[in-house]
């Protein structure tokens, strides 16, 4: 992309929305289940959606015409068209209000909150702050703040010094995310992106070394994770930044500290070389 980088004009999208409606097919936590916890039995009507699986949910279905070189629609409908090549989902904060029920209708309400343009290290960076909303009938079921971070194209040898994460984990789990897997939740969350399964596109032109895992995917483990050892107690709020990119293939350690009086929970994650991936944090409920 060459166009001038015109931050005026993108910033006339904000205020921009968008709805998606959905039924909430049982057969798509059931599928989800399978890839991330193993398990193959039917989940039915009824059942509460878990956290963040509403992320395979109020999916765009923008025309196989209408994709840009990356794999993504087309920017300049919806999102603003910024004129930079490499996107990145950089964080979300999210709260949680009542349960979302499977095979019921729900609606969530889109809207561009904010455009912002920083200087990086590496050169220019765009945030765009989208906010959803996901209303069951007229109850606010829960609130989903999402930020998206386009960058100039990787430069040769251009790679950010690591972070340490935190010390003393009171528990770790570990991962090793393959391409099916990566296939599998791109699938389930129709995500055309292509540096997760086009293994020429993202080495050749985006500059990695080998496919990247989603964010949302590790953002979506650290958090199964975090209730597998708190368990009992409901998610209240959930907040993650991306701070650095996972490989397919390489491994994938979840940590988390002990949540402390009020339900508040440090999280992390981190690579096999003890780089920080991700930083984050939950909010539980206290039974």
């Not at 100039?152 to 789990?173: F, H, I, L, R, T």
């Not at 080495?203 to 483990?221: C, F, K, M, N, S």
């Amino acid at each position: 992309m060459t166009d001038p980088l015109d931050i005026a004009h993108l910033q006339t999208w904000i205020g921009r929305t968008e709805t998606h409606d959905d039924l909430l097919s049982p057969w798509t936590a059931s599928a989800l289940a399978a890839t991330l916890r193993n398990d193959d039995q039917p989940w039915p009507a009824g059942r509460a959606l878990p956290p963040l699986w509403h992320w395979c949910y109020f999916l765009p279905t923008a025309p196989q015409i209408q994709l840009g070189p990356d794999g993504h629609p087309a920017r300049g409908g919806f999102l603003p068209p910024v004129p930079l090549p490499r996107r990145m989902w950089a964080g979300s904060q999210l709260e949680f209000f009542a349960p979302l029920p499977l095979g019921a209708p729900a609606r969530k309400t889109s809207r561009v909150a904010d455009v912002t343009l920083k200087q990086g290290k590496a050169g220019a960076l765009v945030f765009v702050k989208v906010a959803h909303e996901v209303h069951a009938g007229d109850t606010l079921v829960l609130r989903d703040l999402h930020d998206i971070v386009y960058r100039e194209a990787a430069k040769p040898g251009e790679s950010a010094p690591p972070q340490v994460p935190p010390a003393d984990a009171a528990w770790s789990n570990e991962h090793r995310p393959d391409a099916t897997l990566l296939f599998r939740y791109s699938a389930l969350t129709f995500n055309s992106h292509r540096i997760h399964y086009d293994h020429p596109y993202v080495t050749q032109v985006e500059g990695y070394e080998d496919l990247v895992v989603h964010g949302p995917l590790i953002a979506t483990l650290l958090l199964e994770a975090a209730q597998q050892h708190n368990p009992g107690r409901q998610v209240l709020g959930y907040s993650f930044k991306a701070v650095r990119p996972l490989t397919c293939g390489r491994l994938l350690r979840v940590c988390g500290h002990a949540a402390d009086a009020d339900g508040k929970v440090a999280l992390w994650a981190e690579d096999g070389q003890g780089a920080l991936l991700m930083q984050a944090s939950a909010e539980l409920s206290s039974s």
